[in-house]
Every structure is written in structure tokens, then in C-alpha cells.
């Protein structure tokens, strides 16, 4: 080679090196600077383990708000694809909450909006960090990795509430669990549109022409249709409360996580519902939001759903 060439190469070389540098260094200088003035904290692991054994911990196993004392507060939160359990959290104003946050499946993230709180969530690892909200307000919460098709909706909130809204909200905790799910306003169901709530909703896992994806979502196109004709209940609950567990589609062997749909209104569930079973396979009737209201009320988990459709549903 010319030795002139390898000069002006040599030449670029040292700026890229320095020019790349100086990046990091300007990187670092920024970490320190918010560790400094924003009162940033790197998260803490406060376990490792495989997902599983993690997930049986006392604190996961329901996972939530305990109130561990005057002015302090644990929060378990389990991310999954796509949600994160459980997506509503209360919390009196001027705790001091400690969040623990375990996946289930994938590397989440999770950042709470308006606050410095960012944490990556990862299989086998429980993260810890604590934050005190010191102003009233919902935050909202969101999944800030990458995971999947149904990344975008995986959403959350933070209710911070004054001490005695909180004490109000607590006291009828116990049977609160069993009463009725509240629909939002009833809709007319001929306003209803069916097709853009499932693109809204569905679409992200089922795909959008209901085809899903083979061996992560279930396909809708015709299978919705014959669960219709083999149990319509069954079909409704799958979306009011979710399901969950191992499942047989067409010969494919699924297992995984849909969160319930019930703070969908009863007309906009039976739009949905006649959406997904008009993708193919038989003909099903069209969907009334009374039998959608009919279902309401059991307090089904997403796992007692899956054991209703072993009982019902014919692979
Ligand atoms: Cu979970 Cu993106």
C-alpha cells in the first residue's frame, strides 16, 4: 500500500477514536450528573433464581400493596407479556413504597412517567427500588423494552390518594374481590365498533386478520367461531377474565398469559366477540350485551377460566 494512504487512514483512525472518547466520557459525566442532582438510584436485585421459584416467593404469589407500617408500603408487581400485574395500584400520598418487580417471561421494562423510577424487569431477578409520592395524581406506567407484539399496550397506573381516600378505598377490600366487575357506560350496541376495538385490543397478539401466531397466540379465525357453537359462555369469559395456562388449538400446543378485557363495556365486548367469530367457520349468532353482563360477577381468575374451558371445550 501507498505509505500516504496508510497516513491518511491512520489519520481518520485517531479521530474516530478520540471523537468516541469523548462520547463516553460525556456519557458518564450525564450518569453522574443525574445520580448527583436528580437523587437517581441504580435499582437493587434482591433475588435471583429461576422465574418460577420467584414467582412462588410470598410476595409474588399475590402480588399488590401491603401496607408494612406507618408511612411505608410494599409493592410486588409482576410484568408479562403484555401487562403487568396488577395494572391499578393505589397508594396513600407520602409513602414510602418499596417496589419489587419480578417478569414472568421476557425482559420488560418499566418506568413510571413523571418520576425518575426506569427499571429494567428480567426473568430470574427481582428488582427493588424505592420512591416516595409525595403528589396526589394518577401515574401512568409503562413497558419501556421491547417484548413483543402487544409491547405498546402494556400499560399500568399509579393512584396516589390522600391517607383517608385511601382508607375508604381499603376498608371494602375483602368483598370487593367478589362483587360484580362494574361495566363503564353501557354504549348502544349498534355505536359499537366491533372491528376497530379489535384492532385496538386484539390485534396486537391475534393479528389482525385473527390469524394469530403459531405456538405464542392463539389463531381466531374459525377457532372462534366453533368455541361459539361449543360453549358461548366460555367464549365471553375468555375475554372478561383472561386465560391462562396450557391450551390445545388446532393440534398446536399454546401456553400463555391474556389479561381479562372487563373494564370493556358489555356492548363493546359482544362487538368484539361477533368480530372474532365472523373471521371464519361456522355462522354464530350475534352477541347481546345482556349475556355479556351475564357473565360478569364470577371474579374468575384467568387460570379458573382455563379449567372452565378443560371442562367444556372439546380439542
Ligand atoms: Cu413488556 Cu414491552
Excluded at 94 to 116: A, C, K, M, P
Excluded at 145 to 163: D, F, K, N, P, T
Excluded at 267 to 292: K, Q
Amino acid at each position: 500500500m501507498d505509505p500516504r494512504h496508510h497516513d491518511q487512514i491512520a489519520k481518520w483512525e485517531r479521530r474516530w477514536i478520540a471523537a468516541s472518547g469523548l462520547m463516553s466520557l460525556m456519557f458518564v459525566i450525564l450518569i453522574a450528573y443525574s445520580l448527583a442532582t436528580e437523587g437517581g438510584h441504580i435499582a437493587q436485585v434482591a433475588a435471583r433464581g429461576t422465574p418460577a421459584s420467584l414467582l412462588a416467593q410470598p410476595i409474588f404469589a399475590e402480588p399488590g400493596v401491603r401496607i408494612t407500617g406507618p408511612g411505608q408500603a410494599q409493592v410486588a408487581i409482576v410484568a408479562q407479556a403484555f401487562a403487568f400485574v396488577p395494572e391499578h395500584i393505589r397508594i396513600p400520598v407520602g409513602t414510602e413504597v418499596t417496589f419489587y418487580l419480578t417478569s414472568r417471561d421476557v425482559i420488560h421494562g418499566w418506568q413510571v412517567l413523571d418520576t425518575n423510577l426506569n427499571v429494567e424487569v428480567i426473568p430470574g431477578e427481582i428488582s427493588v427500588l424505592r420512591y416516595t409520592f409525595n403528589r396526589l395524581g394518577t401515574y401512568l406506567t409503562v413497558c419501556n423494552q421491547y417484548c413483543g407484539l402487544g409491547h405498546q399496550g402494556m400499560l399500568g397506573e399509579i393512584e396516589v390518594v390522600s391517607a383517608s381516600d385511601f382508607a375508604r378505598g381499603a376498608a371494602p377490600a375483602a368483598p370487593a374481590a367478589a362483587a360484580p366487575v362494574a361495566a363503564r357506560e353501557p354504549t348502544a350496541a349498534a355505536a359499537v365498533d366491533g372491528a376497530r376495538l379489535y384492532t385496538v385490543n386484539c390485534a396486537g397478539c391475534h393479528g389482525a386478520g385473527g390469524t394469530g401466531i403459531a405456538g405464542v397466540f392463539p389463531p381466531m379465525a374459525g377457532h372462534a367461531a366453533e368455541l361459539a357453537l361449543q360453549d358461548r359462555p366460555y367464549l365471553i369469559d375468555s375475554l372478561l377474565y383472561g386465560l391462562q395456562g396450557p391450551i390445545l388449538v388446532r393440534g398446536t400446543n399454546y401456553s400463555g398469559v391474556m389479561p381479562g378485557w372487563s373494564h370493556l363495556g358489555d356492548a363493546e365486548l359482544a362487538a368484539i366477540l361477533d368480530h372474532i367469530v365472523a373471521f371464519g367457520g361456522p355462522a354464530v349468532a350475534p352477541f347481546e350485551p345482556d349475556e355479556v353482563a351475564a357473565e360478569r360477577g364470577k371474579g374468575w381468575s384467568p387460570a379458573d377460566v382455563l379449567a372452565y374451558r378443560d371442562q367444556v371445550i372439546d380439542p
